[in-house]
């Protein structure tokens, strides 16, 4: 049997992750009911109708890619919550669904100095209906999600540490779908 070359592999999987991806573009958000937030009191998905979000969800300080992407989140934040853009950070513990406490989870979103509302999603409920069903060849559980003012998903980063050039196509799309406020 002959062998693939690992690039190609790698190649493969990265295309056809985004096309998971690209297949959620155009759909609604899904809501979610998160009981524990940190920064907020509870806050659902249909409560944002008129906002634009950007969803991410996150794990511990330890984790690399989040800690790489927590400064572009703090910017974002700074730069648009006052022109209606709302981040929602969703920590997901790792490596499998667990009891974290809500103590820890207070000093990780500490440690990445995040100003905006944290929901906690221990039992991945809200990244199972957000993207593990929906895209079950997902190599990343720390995606984000870009949700227009109506609902609708219109950008997906599929996971992993933003990089300069993700952050900024990400900002770039926010830049689109929020109003021009001066």
Not at 34 to 55: E, F
Request: charged fraction near 20%.
């Amino acid at each position: 049997m002959k062998r693939i070359h690992p690039v190609f592999a790698l190649l493969a999987v990265l295309i056809l992750l985004g096309l998971a991806g690209d297949r959620l573009i155009g759909t609604s958000a899904q809501e979610w009911d998160n009981q524990q937030w940190i920064n907020s009191p509870p806050i659902t998905i249909s409560q944002l109708k008129g906002k634009v979000v950007l969803l991410r969800f996150f794990m511990e300080s330890s984790c690399p890619f989040c800690r790489a992407t927590a400064p572009y989140l703090n910017q974002f934040y700074a730069k648009y919550k006052d022109r209606g853009l709302v981040i929602i950070g969703m920590y997901t513990p790792k490596p499998s669904p667990s009891e974290t406490p809500f103590q820890d989870v207070q000093r990780y979103v500490r440690d990445y100095g995040f100003q905006f509302p944290v929901a906690l999603d221990n039992d991945w409920s809200t990244l199972t209906k957000y993207w593990l069903d929906r895209t079950p060849d997902a190599d990343y559980t720390s995606v984000s999600f870009l949700i227009d003012k109506k609902g609708t998903i219109r950008y997906i980063h599929p996971g992993g540490a933003y990089s300069a050039q993700d952050a900024a196509e990400i900002e770039k799309k926010i830049e689109e779908l929020l109003p021009d406020i001066q």
